[in-house]
C-alpha cells in the first residue's frame, strides 16, 4: 500500500487551474457548498473528499462518489452504519472525552502547533489546517509524513514556493527520499489497470513537469529530461503520481497512446499485455480493420446478434459447474461482453472505475431478480422437471429466434432457417411526417471517428516516414524498409496476373479512359460580356494528387482504374496510389498493372489513416498532395475530413463516403431474377449495404417472385452471411406510381439508381439526384462498377443532392481570366467606380481612375 497523502487541497471557488495537477497526487477535499460546482469538471479517475456542513445529506454523498466525509460530532449519530475509514471527524479542538472508535481521523481546523509525537490521536490519523501556516515553515512540516495537512488551494501553486503560495510539486516532493547516489527515484510506469509497462527513474524537475503538465515526464539517466513520446508521438496523459509505503519510489498511472511503451515492437517492457488488456487491444484493433465478413466484424455491426450471444454465454455461465467449465464459459461471456464495451468506446478501465464507485455506495439495493429473469428462470426449471428424460438445459432467454450461428470469416454460405427477404412498407400508409424514416442511413459518428484518427494522423506528421513505418507493421503486419515504391514498377509474371486476367484489365481501361476523355475540355470558355471585355475560363490539372485503393489481402483494380484514368487523363503531374501491402510487403500484381497502365508517379504502401496523413503532409519519402481521392473504411474517411480541414495540410478531398448503396425501381415488366441480381450485387459488399427496391405498382405475386428470387440467389453466394445482413436491415418501398417513386428516389439520392422499368431510357429526364444511373434490364450495376466506362466512385449517404461522382473535371481545376482594351474599360470603367464608391473601397475605384483619366476620360 502506498504511503497516503502528506496534504489535502481544499478547493475554493478559484482553483479550476489547479484542479488537474492536484488531481494527480490524491484527493480533492470539496466544501459542500462547491459540490455541485466542482464535480461535472473532475475526471472520471478523480477522488475526492467532502468537507460537509449542517445542511448536506451524507450518505447521498458517499453513496455518489466521495470517499470519505468531514462530518461534525453530532452528525455521527446520522452515519451509524457507514464504515469507519469513510468517516473523518471535524474539531475545533482536541477533546479526550469524543469516543473515536467510528471515525479513521480527525481534523483540527485550527493553528496547531502539535508536534509529530502529539498526533498520534487514540491511533487515529490528524488532519490539521495549513491555512495560516507560512509557506516555507509548512513545506518543512510536510516531511512528517505522520500529519496530513489540509491546505487551501488560494495557498497553493504550480510554481516555486514563496512565502504566501506553497508549490504543489515541491510539497508533494517533501517526504520523498532517495537512496541512490544520484538521487533519482526508481518509477513503475503502469496501465489504469494495473499492468505495468516499464521501469524508469523521476527526478524533481521531471515530477515537476509531470504534474503541471500531466504527461509523462522522466529521467533518463543517460541523456537527461525524458518527455515520453515527444519524437515519437506515443505520449502518455498521467492519471495518478502516487510514492510508495517507503517513500523512495514512485507510481505513475498513464493513459499510453501510440504504439506502446516499449522502444520494441511490443506493449510493454516486460513483453506484451495479457488477459482482458490484451483482448481490449484486439477488440479495438478488430474495430478499425476487421474485414466485412469476418465474425468480429458482425458482431461490431450487429447488435441484435451480439445481444443475443451475450445472453447465450451469460445462460452457459449459469449451467456450468466444474472450475474448468465455468472458467471457460466466463471467458466466453467476457469476450462478448468487451466486444461491446469496445463498440460503445468504453474501456476496461472505465468498467474498473464503476466498480469502484459502486463500492463507494453505503446503502445496497434488496438484490432481487428482476421479474422477466425469475419467470424465465422459474419456466425453465419447469421444462426441465417435466421432461426428465431429456438433459436439464435452460430454455433460452431469447426464445423467439434461434441462436444465430457465427458467420465464417470469408462470409461463406450457411444453412439459414429464416427467408432471406427484405422489410416492405406502403409509402401511401405512412405520414408524410413520417416517410424521411425511410431515407435514413446508419448513422456515423464522424466527430468520434475523426478523435480515433488523430493521433495517428499527428504521428505521421511529426515523426515522418520513420513513424510511417512503424504504424504500417503495426496495422498491416508489412515490416518494410521503405514505404514508398517508384517506377518502373516490375511486370507481373504470368503466373501472378493470367493473361485473360490482363486482358480484362486492359478492356476496362481502354473503356474508362475513353469515357473520361470525352470528359475533358477541348479549350478555353471565351465570352464577350460586351465590346472590349473579353471573359475567359481555362482548366488546368491539379498538380499533384492522391489516389487510395483499398487492398492488402484484397483485390481491388477496378479503384485503381477508377482514380488512375482521371488523374492521367486530366494531366496530374504526380499521382500517388497509396493502397495498404500485404504482409511480405508486396502490392497486388492486378494493382500493379493498372499502376503502370495509368502512369502513376508512385506507390505508397500503406493504407489506413496513415497514408492520408502521408499524402497530406508529405514525407521525405513520399511527395505531398493537393487532393486525395477514393473511397475507404470509416478510418480512412475520417483521416480525409481532419486532414481536410488543417489549413496546414492544404489538402482537398474528392467527398465525403459511407457505406455502399444501390435503389431499383421495377415496374410490371421488370424481370424478377434480374431485379434480385442487382439488390444482391450491392448487398454483399459488407453488412451496412442499402439496399431499396421501390416496387411500382407491382403485384403480389411478382413481387414475391422477386423476393424468391433474392432468397435463392443469396443461398447461393459465398458472402451470403453478409448479404442476409444487409438485406434484413433493407426495404421495399410500394408505390402506386412511376411519379410517386421518382420522388422517393430523388429525395434518397441513391448512389446506384437501377431502373427496371418499361421505356427506361425517357425515364432518365425524370432523375434529379443519383450518383451513377442503370438504365434498362441489360444494365446491371456491376458493368459501371468495373469497365463501362463510367466512374464507380460516387457520393453514398445522400449526398449526390449536392455532389458528382469522380470525373475528369474531378483532377482539374478552373482558372478564369479577363482582357479589357482601352475602349472596354472606357465603357465599363464608370460602373465599376460607381460600386466601388457605394461600397467605400476608394483603392478600387481609383485604380479605374487613374486608366481612365490617362485616356483624358473625367470619373
Partial sequence: MGMGPTFVPLIDPTAAALIPSLALLGPLLLP???????????????????????????????????????????QL?????????????HLLNIDDTLDLSSVSGVYIDQDSTLSADETGLKGKQVYLSGASISSDTLLDRLRDTKVTYIIPTSKLTTGPTTFTHLSIPEAFLA????????????????????????????????????????????????HGLWRKGETSGAVQDVISIRADCDSDSLLFTVVQHGEGFCHLPQSTCFGSLNGVERLQSTLERRLRDAPEGSYTKRLFDDEELLRSKIMEEAEELCEAEEK????????????????????????????????????????????????????????????TKSTPS?????????????????????????????????????????????????????VLNSLAMIDKVRPIVERVRKEGDAGLLSLTYQFDRAQLTSNVLLPPYPIPQISDLPIDVRTAIDIAYSNVR???????????????????????????????????????????????IMLGVPAQVAGCKEIVLATPPRPDGSISPE?????????????????????????????????KVDKIFGPGNQWVTAAKMLVQNDTDALVGIDMPAGPSEVLVIADQSSNPTFVASDLLSQAEHGVDSQVVLVAVSLSDDHLAAIETAVDEQARALPRVNIAKEAIKKSLIIRVDNLEEGMRFSNEYAPEHLILHLDNAKDVVDLVDNAGSVFVGAWSPESCGDYASGTNHTLPTNGYARQFSGVNTLSFQKHITAQELTSAGLEELGPTVVKLAEREGLEGHANAVRVRLAALGKKN
Fill in 390 to 442: 431429456e438433459s436439464p438445459t435452460l430454455v433460452s432467454t431469447s426464445t423467439a429466434t434461434k441462436s444465430p450461428t457465427p458467420v465464417k470469416l470469408d462470409g461463406s454460405n450457411e444453412e439459414f432457417d429464416e427467408k432471406i427477404q427484405m422489410r416492405t412498407v406502403t409509402l401511401s400508409t405512412i405520414p408524410e411526417s413520417e416517410r424521411s424514416s425511410l431515407l435514413l442511413r446508419p
Fill in 32 to 74: 459542500a457548498s462547491l459540490l455541485r460546482a466542482v464535480l461535472p469538471s473532475l475526471t472520471s479517475t478523480a477522488s475526492y473528499w467532502v468537507l460537509a456542513d449542517d445542511e448536506t445529506d451524507l450518505i447521498s454523498v458517499l453513496n455518489e462518489g466521495a470517499e470519505k466525509v468531514i462530518l461534525s460530532p453530532f
Fill in 324 to 383: 474448468e467449465e465455468v472458467a471457460f464459459e466466463m471467458a466466453d461471456l467476457v469476450f462478448f461482453a468487451l466486444t461491446r464495451c469496445v463498440s460503445k468506446g468504453v474501456k476496461w478501465e472505465d468498467v474498473e472505475r464503476a466498480l469502484d464507485r459502486k463500492s463507494l455506495k453505503v446503502t445496497r439495493r434488496k438484490g432481487d431478480a428482476k421479474p422477466k429473469w425469475v419467470e424465465k428462470i422459474t419456466s425453465a426449471l419447469s421444462v
Fill in 77 to 89: 449519530s446520522l452515519v451509524a452504519s457507514v464504515p469507519s475509514h469513510r468517516l473523518i471527524l
Fill in 514 to 560: 475513353k469515357f473520361h476523355e470525352a470528359q475533358a475540355e477541348k479549350g478555353p470558355l471565351i465570352v464577350h460580356t460586351m465590346p472590349g471585355v473579353v471573359c475567359s475560363r481555362f482548366a488546368r490539372p491539379i498538380a499533384r494528387v492522391g489516389i487510395y485503393v483499398p487492398g492488402g489481402t484484397a483485390i481491388l483494380p477496378s479503384t485503381a
Fill in 175 to 222: 517526504p520523498l527520499t532517495s537512496d541512490r547516489p544520484d538521487g533519482l527515484f526508481p518509477t513503475i510506469v503502469s496501465t489504469t489497470s494495473s499492468s505495468p509497462l516499464g521501469l524508469v527513474y523521476s527526478s524533481a524537475v521531471s515530477v515537476t513537469e509531470a504534474i503541471v503538465t500531466q504527461k509523462g515526464i522522466y529521467q533518463s539517466r543517460k
Fill in 591 to 623: 494493382v500493379l498493372y493498372v499502376a503502370r497502365l495509368t502512369g502513376v508517379t508512385c506507390i505508397l504502401k500503406a493504407g489506413g489513416a496513415q497514408a492520408v496523413a502521408a499524402m497530406a503532409y508529405g514525407t521525405k519519402e513520399v511527395p
